[in-house]
């Protein structure tokens, strides 16, 4: 089992910086890939980004490519999102996920464990 851990979500205005963070726990050793999704009202979970466990191969939806950034904390086993120049399109629940699968891992089938998720609401 692995544990994920979400925090920093918020009320963010548009153009302002939001940064979420992932905690790892748990048997982290089979892990490969880390992600981050977002579900907002009304609509299916997407993929945001992605990165390897030891935080390369990053990987973004182009919908946040250039505003976005996934970077891990390896001594921490932390998982970082910062968000910048946010829009009200950003509004959602974010959720961590973790999986074993490599490549371009942006479908949900493809991670085994999920973060309870942290709302992040921008206001225009």
């Known amino acids: 089992q692995v544990q994920l851990v979400e925090s920093g979500g918020g009320l963010v205005q548009a153009g302002g910086s939001l940064r979420l963070s992932c905690a790892a726990s748990?048997?982290?050793?089979?892990?490969?890939?880390m992600g981050w999704f977002r579900q907002a009202p009304g609509k299916e979970r997407e993929f945001v980004a992605r990165?390897?466990?030891?935080?390369?191969?990053?990987y973004y939806a182009d919908s946040v490519k250039g505003r976005f950034t996934i970077s891990k904390d390896n001594a921490k086993n932390t998982v970082y999102l910062q968000m910048n120049s946010v829009k009200p399109e950003d509004t959602a629940v974010y959720y961590c996920?973790?999986?074993?699968?490599?490549?371009?891992?942006?479908?949900?089938?493809?991670?085994?464990?999920w973060g309870q998720g942290t709302q992040v609401t921008v206001s225009s």
């Open positions: 996920a973790s999986g074993r699968g490599r490549g371009l891992t942006t479908a949900t089938s493809q991670y085994d464990y």
């Open positions: 990165c390897s466990w030891s935080g390369g191969s990053t």
């Open positions: 748990g048997r982290t050793f089979s892990t490969y890939t």
